[in-house]
Structures are given as C-alpha cells and as structure tokens.
C-alpha cells in the first residue's frame, strides 16, 4: 500500500478523530473528523440563509432571525462516508480514511421541518437541495458544494440547520454559520455553510449526487445512493502506543476495553470482542440520543504475548459489520470490524 | 513519492491547518495543526502540577491555584520542527508534512519565570525538564514525553504555562490542563499535558531531546538541537481547487494575494512573491505580538495560462528562506519557499 502526493495534501489538511477520543461521549472541538470538500469558505458579512425554488413563500433569513426562532439540541454520531476507504484493495485513490472519520457533536440550531413548512412547498415537489458556500472543481466540473433529500427525509424530523457545536458557536470549519445535520446519513449529507434551500420538482442530478456517493460495484453499475451509516463499532486503543507504527503495549492482567457503536439505521443491539478469533459478548450502554453512539465495555484478562483485538456491532435491523470490507468503486461505507495488534508485556 | 501506511495512520489523526485558513489573524480551535505524540492522555481528577529537582521549595499547584496567580495572554506562531519533512528527497518516514504545520493561538496562562523564582533554583541548576502525561515507546524506549530548555531560555520571560487557547479553557489535544508555551521556538518544545517541572544540575539526556530533534546532516553527525523556527511565509491559495490535485483556478485579471509570515529569531524584514520565478516585495504588515506571524499582501494581475506562484521571507536577524530544502535526517526545519500551481482562467 502506497500513498501518493494527492492524497497526503488531503489527509494533511483534513482529519480524523484520534481514537482514544472514543473516551468522550461527545467530541470535544478539534478532535470531531473533518472532511473540507473545498475550501473553508470567506462568508460575506451579509450572509442570510434563502429558501426558494417551489415554495408559496420564499424566506430570507439571518443569523438573527434564525436564533430567534425555537431551538433544539441533539447529539448526534457523524461519519465520514469515506471511512475506511485506505483498507480497500485495489485501492481507490480519494481521502485515505482508515477508520478514524467519526465524531460525535452535541448541535444546536432550528429544525428543518418546521422552515420548510412555513415556506410552503407546492405541489410536485420531491426533493429539497442544500447548497453551501464552498466552491471548486471535482471530476472536471466546477459547482458549489450541495446534497439533497427526498421530500420525506426533509420532513421526518429529524434534521436540523446547526448554528452551534457543544454549546458553542459553530466553528468555522464545521460549517458556520450555519449548517445541515442529518443525524443517521453519513456526513456528506450534512451540507457546510449552507446559504441555500432550494424545493425541487425532480430529484437533484448534481455531481455530488449522482456521480460521487454512489454506491457501485464496477465501473458499469449505476449503483445506489449512499445514505445512512452502517453499524460501526471502534475500540480505544488499550495501553500504550509506539510513536511509529501506533502499535499498542498492554500490561499483562486485567484490562479493561472500552469503544462506542453506531449505526443510522436502527438503534445498537450488540457488540462483540474478538481476542484472536476467539469472540464474546461486550456489554452495550443505553446511546445519550437517538443517533448517538453508545459506549460499550469489556473486561479482558491479558495474557503475554502477540494478539489481534477486534470488534463487531449488530443494529436492531440485523445490519451487522462484515469481518472483510466490501470493496466498491468510490470507496463508501467500508464499515469491515476494526482489528487491533497488541503485545501484552 | 509514495507514503507507507505507517505514516498514513499519523497523518490521519494529526493534522495540518488547511492554508485558506491564512486569513485569521488568529487560529480558530481545530484549525491549528496539531501533533499528538503518543495519545491524547486521559488526565486524573487529581491533577496537580508538581515543580520540584534542585529547588528551594517544592510546589504542588492545583487548576485553581494556578487560575488565582497573575495571567497573560500572549499571541503566538507555533510550527513543528517536522513541517516540509514530506518535501524532502531522499524521503523521511515519519509524521508526513508537506507545508500546513503551523498556526497561531492566543494562549492564556501563567509566566513560568515568576514560578520558577518562587520555587527558587539552587547552585549548579543548568536546565528545566517539563514532562507530560503522555507516554508510549520511541524509538524503543518507553518514555513520558519531556523536553528541556536551559535555564537562560526558561527565564527568558517568554515562556508560558498556558491553561487557555482563544479565549477558551485549553482543548484536550492541545494539552489540558496545562502546557507549556515557548514563543519563538518549534512546537516540540512547548510540552502538552504538563504534570511535572524539574530543575536539573546537568543537561537532559532523554530521547527526545538528546536522540530525536536534532538537525544532522547524516547518520554519523551528531548535529545540533532543533530550536527556534526558521523563517518562512505561506500564501492562502488564491481562486478555487480541485477537489482531489488541490491545483487552483482563478479569473483572470487583479487577483488580491495574501499570506503571513514568521520566524522565532527575529522580527519579519520582507517577503517576496514569486511570479513564474520573477520576485516582487509584498506589503508586510506589523505582527499582532511578538512572537506571532506578519500578514502580507500582493495585487498581482493574472494573466490567462499556468503559473507558478511563490513567496519567501526574510527576518531582521538577515535569515532568509532557501529556494530548495535542505535535507537532514530527522526532516526537521525544511523552510523552503512554498511553490503553488495555479491555472488562471
């Protein structure tokens, strides 16, 4: 496996969550992944969030305006939809996640329904599109960052416009002023820098959706959508590490392993330790939220010598992670067990 | 060039200040690079910070003792000694830096000279040991992760004891609950996750003192210390990338360049901008603080075609950045001009 200049600047410039930041139930700033599309745009001193295209009424709205309107707080598990891309042979050459595109933010903003409704959109409509400041080229064409939903996704509720991260403005880098957040969707859905909403009477054909975030196989099939986030689960790295080769030295005895789980599309069920193959039932925590990670605990008696740790999830759907990744075109949605090289002294 | 997965996996959880973030005066939390050793530690309820060795009186403070003792906010330009290391040939493994291991912070703290008078060193103290929390295995020995200054250096009034970062109690990866702050110098030396302070009667020897940060020409020189930063000037990337070569586009026509500038040795004299090789000045404008970068300006007329852009600085002191690196065997402290490839459209 080699890495080339193109994807060092990425990997450079964005980052992922170090993972003995699994320890916090929510990320602290700076540790949460971070994936920049484009650049972290220049806002203009007068931005204001439009929402027109097939509505009764279009808004136009400031940060004020937005921060006087009701105001929810959810903790919601974000992913990259790229992680674990790096672990996929033969290679696809994109931001070489490994497994560490994760992070879990405590947003604050308004709901998307309620806007949405007040904008009153018209008969025909079926998707909403998302656009963001952040501008550039990406397969030859240039565009502004933007994703869209189905209508019903819109809607469900769920979704919120974040114009805080722990109680805290939004930084720059995750979006401010104001951004999408689709708890359950992997990240790209959750369109930074949000200037526009836009009521469409077809569904949205842009780059970022219908050629990028496809789930495809080979280069013929047309694919699927990548939406919501299969169930993942991450181990903190027990002991200590080697600066180099990150490996992990745990002192012989009782240790305790510790990780969070996650899936978007039904709550957790299970999470399963593996000790060289060998694998047992870990025990699982309520999630702090709807789509919010839950913390998971395991008591391992550590014997000398060389071994591989692993972990699995299974979702309340019966989505469970594969032991071996599943190798598509774009690099998407590789949620393969995390495995773990530990020397017990 | 190709990057193995060892370094893939530092690259992926440290992480660069993406360069559009040249336009804050001051780094927002998350954009300022950071290198994490080992881990990002998980500190005891019970953290004190203990200054002790050859000393007069021993000190044990807590957060709050510390909290009630005369503060400082001091703006400060802080690089990793391993910045460029990616950029030179033959290659370095070791974390991958291409140009972004940088950024600036308004840390608020404590002075470390009034403590260290406090504490009162004894006869024969020759240097001061700051040791963190963290701790793992380099170069195969297990170590907390500590540095030495001399004790000139240590009361030099510069350094600080920092428990804030813009304004905010300091992040867990940047090294709450305290860490030491020495302006002017490359980041190593500024220790994260401070727990002890020791005034020795000899040089510290440890690894990364004596074995690592050293400049040597090759394996057999014994080289000297890394210290302070050398000059350099970085340009925010005019126009718009491409998502994945990060090559730029811009209109044709007057394009507003921009970037900052800094050493640890002595204020920033000049920078020049290279067009296509031909140098021009640019406008300097005064630093903020003392050991904080310089914003500088340049109106440059694009003209349609490829084009190569450059800036390099020089400081009062009559250090100049080179045009090509100058390998070592650490990668530490390659300054070389920044070269940019722009499209002009």
Redesign the interface.
């Known amino acids: 496996?080699?890495?080339?200049?193109?994807?060092?600047?990425?990997?450079?410039?964005?980052?992922?969550?170090?993972?003995?930041?699994l320890?916090?139930d929510v990320t602290?700033?700076?540790?949460?992944y971070?994936l920049?599309?484009?650049?972290?745009?220049?806002v203009p001193e007068d931005w204001r969030l439009h929402v027109g295209g097939l509505v009764s009424r279009e808004l136009t709205l400031s940060q004020d305006e937005l921060r006087e309107r009701p105001s929810v707080r959810r903790i919601v598990t974000m992913e990259c939809a790229g992680n674990g891309r790096?672990r996929l042979e033969p290679r696809i050459?994109?931001q070489?996640?490994?497994a560490?595109?994760i992070g879990t933010g405590e947003w604050g903003g308004v709901e998307l329904a309620p806007l949405l409704r007040e904008a009153g959109m018209g008969d025909g409509a079926v998707e909403v599109l998302f656009t963001g400041l952040d501008?550039?080229?990406?397969g030859g064409v240039?565009q502004a960052y933007e994703r869209s939903l189905s209508l019903d996704e819109a809607l469900a509720g769920d979704a919120l416009l974040a114009y805080e991260l722990n109680g805290?403005p939004l930084?720059?880098?995750?979006g401010a002023p104001l951004r999408l957040v689709v708890p359950g969707w992997y990240g790209m859905t959750s369109v930074k820098w949000l200037e526009r909403i836009r009521v469409l009477d077809r569904p949205f054909d842009g780059y970022q959706q219908a050629h990028a975030y496809r789930f495809r196989r080979d280069e013929d099939d047309e694919g699927e959508p990548v939406a919501r986030m299969r169930p993942r689960s991450l181990m903190l790295?027990p002991g200590?590490?080697?600066?180099?080769?990150?490996r992990r030295?745990v002192e012989a005895g009782p240790c305790s392993l510790e990780g969070r789980a996650w899936s978007g599309v039904a709550p957790i069920e299970s999470v399963e330790v593996g000790v060289d193959g060998e694998w047992a039932t870990a025990r699982v925590e309520p999630a702090p939220d709807r789509f919010a990670w839950s913390r998971w605990t395991f008591h391992w008696q550590a014997e000398p010598g060389d071994h591989e740790l692993a972990c699995r999830a299974r979702d309340e759907a019966g989505n469970e992670q594969p032991l071996e990744p599943e190798w598509n075109v774009g690099g998407y949605c590789n949620n393969a067990a995390q495995s773990l090289a530990v020397t017990v002294r």
């Open positions: 496996m080699a890495i080339s200049m193109d994807e060092l600047q990425l990997a450079t410039r964005n980052h992922g969550m170090p993972l003995e930041a320890r916090y602290p700033v700076g540790l949460h971070l920049v599309h484009f650049d972290v745009p220049a790096a050459v994109s070489p996640w490994i560490e595109a501008r550039g080229i990406d240039e805290e930084p720059p880098q995750h790295p200590v590490p080697d600066f180099m080769t990150r030295f």
